[in-house]
């Protein structure tokens, strides 16, 4: 099962800049990309930051942006997100019956869980209160023995950086405790460190990407991290038998390619993606 992961667009209002960025021309090219490369895919997860300030405007434009996509596309909410908004926008994205942005896929031989961490007040931080963890309790008892993939915006536990310590899911536990007594729960999708990290929780595997907008500096110890401009990035993840396979793809500027045997440059080979469009 081929899946493409987007993280952290962090979309404005049309015509709005975001830390000097673009945020709509950069997920547009990547939406560009992902058409033109990998256009196969079953399925699309946009995991979470889907605006960065949860404006109604940005909804739509995020609809439009990615009406291109050939292939479905699941939506999940962060912590810059709005909910009312997000399913006023979208109002055919599933939900559980709290009306939390949850739901439910299932590929051949495995079943995708793709959760809502959002929670307003928790100044940055994700929550799965008990009515989530309710769902997610179901949603994996009707799946015993079955490979289970978690989606979510916020890491359970920590990714090494400092700085988000204290913007991680809070109480992790009670979900650690419904994943382990599935006990086949392989691999936990996320968003919202604007860094790629992969990695190991105990016997869980996590992985997550840079983003499509603003990226962190790489400091460990730092709580103060700066935001950077680095390449945007969206993920290609190969889910075979039991194996977890995941590709970052840089798409804005990709660098020339060379015939392995020859060393002679490549053309015609992949869109041309180059034109750049960050000042």
């Known amino acids: 099962m081929k899946i493409i992961q987007i993280t952290d667009p962090h979309l404005v209002a049309p015509g709005e800049r975001l830390y000097d960025l673009d945020p709509a021309a950069r997920l547009a090219r990547c939406v560009e990309s992902i058409a033109a490369e990998h256009g196969d895919a079953e399925l699309c997860v946009v995991t979470g930051d889907l605006a960065d300030r949860g404006a109604p405007e940005a909804y739509v434009l995020l609809r439009e942006i990615l009406r291109p996509l050939p292939m479905p596309v699941r939506l999940l909410l962060g912590n810059h997100d709005d909910r009312a908004a997000f399913r006023e926008a979208f109002p055919d994205a599933p939900v559980d019956p709290a009306g939390f942005v949850q739901s439910v896929l299932d590929g051949p031989g495995r079943r995708l869980l793709f959760l809502d961490t959002l929670e307003r007040g928790a ?45 991680l899911l809070t109480s992790p536990d009670a979900l650690f405790d419904l994943l382990h007594r599935h006990g086949n729960v392989r691999h936990v999708f996320f968003g919202h460190v604007h860094l790629p990290v992969w990695g190991r929780w105990g016997t869980l595997s996590f992985s997550a990407i840079r983003g499509t907008c603003q990226h962190i500096d790489l400091e460990l110890d730092d709580p103060d991290v700066a935001f950077a401009e680095g390449p945007p990035a969206y993920g290609v993840i190969l889910l075979e038998g039991e194996n977890v396979i995941v590709h970052q793809r840089d798409f804005l500027a990709p660098a020339p390619r060379f015939d392995a045997m020859t060393g002679r440059r490549l053309a015609g080979t992949a869109p041309d993606l180059s034109r750049t469009i960050l000042p």
Do not use: N, T
Request: overall charge positive; some cysteine; proline content about 9%.
């Open 123 to 167: 100044r940055g931080a994700g929550v799965l209160c008990a009515r989530r963890l309710d769902w997610i309790a179901a949603r994996l008892g009707e799946a015993p023995g079955r490979p289970i993939h978690l989606f979510m915006h916020h890491p359970p536990r920590s990714v090494g950086v400092r700085h988000f310590a204290r913007m």
